[in-house]
């Protein structure tokens, strides 16, 4: 183990062996082994947007094993899923490569202004299931944002007792905020705040825009000189919200776009001070040879082979 993974380790002074071989586990696997940078293919899309929306781009996508062995593959981190992809595979592929459990899930069959995820898994899944960590989103803006808050308390002190790593996905929505509010940098740095303030270890966020949303935070980015003008400067911002940096945060790829688009935003990411990317469609929903050499480029841009 190398230095840097000592480092990174040593900011969770509180946790147990077991959390800190799990989370050791996720940053000495793969292509980007030992660099203190993170590659994870999510896939929970399926459940949060539809299966025809998630897999019709790429139809051997409905299959669980898919993504399994597209992870293994391109030498990611970690791969995430909720409860029924994670049963589907994690015998077939036990240790081949770290599992994230995503413990609650939501649906888009009823539209509604507060969000509030049903929990879908538990502790003793993941453990039973060989999983290094649980994955848990919290909706920071939702009226009912203080029930996940409380769900995520009583999961991740469960967690931790059995030497699981807690991973949290703060994307703030809900009545309490606009659309474009979303992603505003000091909604997003916030988000990534309360998740840091929760005890998550690893922290999934949007990519910070350009737009500061909170009337009292206008004031304050006004008179400091907080430097949000490029989208580096913005990531480092968020990192430096998550306790100045001493918790792992990553940057979530959302819709599919154009590969460059991509690759300068893990640039951003990168030069930022970001830990790295969670990509989800912007993976699985190309044809597997496209998605692999995809995957290989970003992990090059993050390693720093790739200017």
Known sequence: MNERIREILSWYESDNPGTRANLARFLNHGALAGTGRLVVLPVDQGFEHGPARS??????????????????????????????????????????IPLILKLNSHDVLLDEKDPLPA???????????GCSAVGFTIYPGSAVRQQMYEQLRAIAEEAKAHGLAVVVW????????????????????????????????????????????????KKVYDQYPVAIGTLAERVHHVVQSTFNGRR???????????????????????????????????????????????????????AGQIK
């Open 170 to 217: 703060s994307y703030p929505r809900g009545s309490g905020l606009s659309k474009e509010g979303e992603s505003a940098v000091d909604v997003v740095a916030y988000a990534a705040h309360i998740a840091a303030q929760l005890g998550a270890h690893i922290i999934k966020v949007k990519l910070p825009a350009d737009r500061v949303e909170l009337e009292a935070a």
């Open 248 to 302: 792992i945060v990553i940057f979530s790829g959302g819709a599919r776009e154009a590969d460059e688009m991509v690759f300068d935003e893990a640039r951003a990411i990168r030069d930022g001070g970001g830990f790295g990317s969670i990509i989800g469609r912007n993976s699985f929903q190309r044809e597997r040879p496209e998605a692999l050499k995809f995957l290989d480029t970003v992990m090059k841009i993050y």
């Open 119 to 129: 929990v879908t898994g538990s502790v003793q899944d993941a453990l039973r299931l």
């Open 55 to 96: 897999f019709a781009p790429n139809p051997p996508g409905y299959d669980p094993l898919y993504h399994f062995e597209l992870a293994i593959e391109a030498g990611c981190n970690a791969y995430a899923a909720p409860l029924g992809f994670i049963e589907a595979g994690a015998a077939r592929y036990a240790g081949a």
